[in-house]
């Protein structure tokens, strides 16, 4: 479970990722709906077809595409792409010989003081590197650097939503004999093995997030879409096949209607399981691409739309490639998720040497002591009354609704000084000096600390922290004094004494600062310390800053905020097979780092709540809602715009860029790291609705927002209302829909219609609800007991 001697550090290894992987297929599985009983209740989804891609990097008459369609295609798709591989892996083998250096490329040569590969500084011996399937000149090596494998005989496969759609039907085809070769790398994809080449499975949605190729084809520009481009070269017949378009599936519920002649009609297109339907407009595009491309049945229209799916995802990922190669000098085909790509991305840029812990005991005091964010409602239901608003009410307070989100907090607590090396326990002597000084700690200076201390939550505290208290903790809920029988375990804010609580030593002077008394340090873990993430996340953020879309800024903050949680990554969470093989298992990541990344990422959130906008409005401001990088507050005031205006504090705080001109509100610090800003901008926020965390409504300017973690999003958009909102949080009532839900079962993937499943409930078991429905207590306030009996 250890790290073994002498893997002591981690530090940028994987040199090999460098090298643009020359073979990389990508694959698209469809199926038929085929329904399970009359009422459609329940559906099959019956794999039909397959296509995919092969794409060379350095010789393009080497591409090809391969289709199927049928009801073996699962067996079929294993013996063409097994035949295909093979193919490639002989190709792999035979190394062409090297070009002469042109004049320019022996200068570079002779005069290059760093190795091409691991960028390290030559010796006095230095040694011509050479691609081995073009014989191009690649630059300087060491001699063990050019002598490492630049071409690795594991060939990736791309498909989108492989984990909870394609892989199904891979893997009900492969026998017990072929499970052995299969290795699962958790929800990321899998890897199966051959005699002399592997094929890696990749799940294209762990690089995209919740995106689609076709709904990223809008912000990919046509130049980019090379393989779209090389297929249907006219321009109208390219306009036409870019955009996304629509296949049959409630029509064709079995395989004969593939031979059928025609289209059906539009009703044909409905999508069952969502109760939806195409667009007059979109079912003409249907009938014009049967027409242009002549199609003579069902079965070529299909074999058409799966060559569009395939060749798009090509585009996309192709396109992610080459940003990645060009901003990271890596290959993302190297990784299975955008996560795995940005550790090392960041290993390699930082240069960081980071010491892994070797000592069981630190190992379990900081493991264990990983909380997570912070993620409460605790006013439920308040309607702003401002001048703003379209029911303003003059005889009443101005009141507004602010939702502040915090710039990149993620990339904030990176940008501090974390632990890196020199882990030590204090002594007892050592304690006791240090419990004296901690007001005084420099958090700047090349030592930190992490404590486990007993703190007290004194009374008098209760009512001005009680909408967020310190030192949140995992627990059950409600506590036993409410519910003798309460087993459910969340993080939840509270105002009990905390006992051997683990806590970073700038968030314990945070504590104490704000009144929370020390009562007993237990422990104490020393460490040398240093902004060592600091310039890897400036990188990514001056890139952010320069995006060119929306899915560019996501993408880059992701890469950020992707670091945290590889950090904490156990690895023997991730790896899984069929066989019963023993695998080394190691905790190869820095977890001190993900520790305290997030108690920094708390600390933030309280110095602003309660230094700035606390001490501004004093009981004028109340804390509706919190989640881990975001405040929604309801602030007494005239004009909460006219406040940011003129507070210079606040508004040297705030990132003002996305503020209407009509405000004449300086536009500053736009996407600055760490700074606050308005997510709606300038627009008014006339009502929220809570439930509890992750679950609440708001009225901006007559748009309904709606979060309700764990509800389908056609569910939530289309099926559930302000006033299902409104009846859950003020009438106590328990929202239901009926809708499909999509899952595997035995590796058989099956819809099936869910009647009245809960959508919305009322309770919140992270605090205590009052009788007006409307306000909460935290557990462990003192204000309990008149309720509890």
Sequence with gaps: MYPRKPKTHLCFEKYYCQIKIPFVIYAH??????????TRSAILHKPCGFGYSVKCSYDDSLSKYEDYVGEDSPKVFW??????AAEIAQKLRKEVQPKTLTDDEQNQFNTVEDCHFCHKKLTARRYQDFHPLTGDFLGAAHYKCRSMPKVLFDIPVVMHNLAKYGLHFLYENLDAAELKSVFRFGDCGFMRTFSNFKLRFIDSKRFMSDEKPED???????????????EF?????????????HFPFYHVDQFEKFQEEELPGKNGFKDHLRNETISADEYEKCLDIWDKFKCKTIGDYFRLYLKCKVFL????????????????????????TVASFSWDAMLKYTGVELELLQDPNMISFIASNIRGGISQCSKRHVKANNVYCSNYDKKKKSSFIVYLDANNLGGWAMSQNLPISGFTWLSKTDIKTLQNTISSLDENGEFGYIFEVDLDYPQELHQLHNNLPFCSEVMSVPPPSANPKSTSEKKVLNFYHKRNYVIDYRTLKQCLQYGLELKKVHRVLKFKQSKWLQSYIDYNTKLRTKARNDFEIKLFKLLNNTIYGKSIQRSYNNKNSYNSLNHNISLDKPIYAGFTILELQKMFMYEFHYKHMVSKYGDKINLLYVDTDGFIYEIQTDDYFKDIKTDKKLLKLMDTSNFDAKWDIPKRNK??????????????????????????FLDVEGEEVKKAASVKKYVKHKHICREDFADCVLKGKQITRTFFETNSEKHQ?????????????????????????????????????????
């Design 233 to 245: 070269k006219k321009k109208a017949v390219f306009d036409l096949m870019k955009k996304k378009w």
């Design 216 to 230: 990223l084809e809008k912000i990919l520009k046509d130049v980019k879409k090379k393989r779209l481009k090389k």
């Design 313 to 336: 995802l090509e585009d996309i990922f192709e396109n992610f490639r080459d940003v990645f190669l060009n901003k990271y000098q890596l290959d993302a085909a190297h990784y299975f």
């Design 671 to 696: 996407k600055v790291v760490g700074k606050m800003k308005n997510e709606y901008g300038s627009k008014i926020i006339q009502e929220f609705l809570g439930v509890r965390a992750k679950v609440y």
């Design 79 to 84: 013996e063409k792409i097994t035949k295909d």
């Design 29 to 38: 599985f469809d199926s038929i709906q085929v329904p399970l009983n009359k």
């Design 749 to 789: 993937v099956v819809s099936r219609k869910f009647v009245n499943r809960v959508v919305l409930s009322p309770g919140d078991t992270k605090r205590f609800i009052l009788p007006d429905k409307v306000n909460t207590l935290a557990w462990g306030s003192v204000y309990l007991k008149k309720y509890m009996k």
